[in-house]
């Protein structure tokens, strides 16, 4: 049987399924959320190969580059978003809601229409969390991701309550976002975020806690793995890559929380690799 070819999206905000190991279970529910300046093949390859090294599948939700001054006009406006949702919105736990499920698909419908979100990366995935409102869901977000991420998730408090983010555990690769929900917080009986940066990535130093804890300053850091990367220089842009931050201790940690051994198996590298391969030259990217 032929190999089915990875989905190439071409519309902002598109989801799709990539399962290139083809396995059956599909909960929790895992998505991932690319950063700026990526490429449809590029999102599609990232997706895949995540699919293959978690042994899961992977709904990609597509953030469309435009170019680089359009999309770090974006990333302002994201910033920004996020900013303003922890300063200016609610500062407290939000009491959590029991709802029927056509109860979600009004209030989500609803929301979408009243909000006036610039980013339909944040659209797409509120209503994909909201509309899988009490399974467990997984995020795997990498730099701009990340303010897509937490804002959809900040509707999601403000909306359902905090009580929904108990279902919800995000893993952050290289993240600029300042603020995050705090329903989402272990401690408050949310499902928790895992941060994995390079510590002199200029990226992921916009991020207040990051810059904290690069001053020494770390008691406000998330769990999570923080590293220099050597070659860089003092800070720059090289270590901000999603491949290089995959490398840190962030597959080992999301394949404990999906039920699979941390360590693969002896032939998996040889198996997945030569998977790789082959979604390599279906979507057409030369790496």
């Known amino acids: 049987m032929a190999p089915t070819i990875p ?30 300046r990526n490429s449809a093949k590029d999102h599609a390859l990232t997706a895949s190969l995540l699919s293959i090294l978690c042994e899961h599948p992977v709904y990609g939700v597509y953030n469309l580059s435009n170019g680089a001054i359009l999309d770090l006009g974006q990333c ?3 910033y920004t978003q996020n900013a303003s949702a922890r300063v200016f919105g609610n500062r407290k736990l939000v009491p959590g809601k029991k709802l029927r499920e056509d109860e979600v698909k009004k209030i989500v419908e609803e929301t979408v229409k009243g909000s006036v979100v610039w980013n339909q990366a944040t ?13 467990n869901t997984i995020i795997i977000a990498h730099s701009q991701g990340n303010l897509i991420t937490s804002n ?5 408090e403000r909306t359902l309550g905090s009580a929904a983010l108990k279902f919800v555990r995000v893993y952050s690769l290289a993240s600029p976002s300042p603020a995050w929900p705090l329903g989402l917080r272990y401690t408050n009986g949310g499902g928790g975020r895992q941060e994995n ?3 002199n990535d200029l990226v992921a130093l916009l991020r207040p806690h990051n810059l904290a804890a690069k001053m020494g300053v ?12 050597t070659g860089s220089g003092a800070v720059g842009l090289t270590p901000h890559g999603v491949n290089e931050n995959i490398a840190l201790n962030f597959l080992r940690s999301i394949r404990s929380n999906l039920g699979k051994s941390k360590e693969f198996p002896p032939d998996f590298i040889e198996k997945s690799s030569k ?4 979604a390599m030259k279906l979507i057409g990217v030369n790496q």
């Open 7 to 36: 989905t190439v999206p071409n519309k902002d905000g598109e989801v799709n399924k990539y399962n290139l190991l083809n396995i059956a279970v599909n909960t929790p529910r895992l998505y991932y959320v690319n950063g700026i």
């Open 76 to 78: 302002l406006l994201d």
């Open 123 to 135: 659209v797409t995935l509120f209503r994909e969390v909201a509309n899988n409102y009490g399974q």
């Open 275 to 278: 998977k790789a391969e082959d």
């Open 218 to 229: 770390t008691r406000f850091q998330n769990a999570g793995d923080f590293r220099t990367h």
């Open 152 to 156: 959809a998730l900040f509707i999601i």
């Open 197 to 199: 940066a390079f510590m």
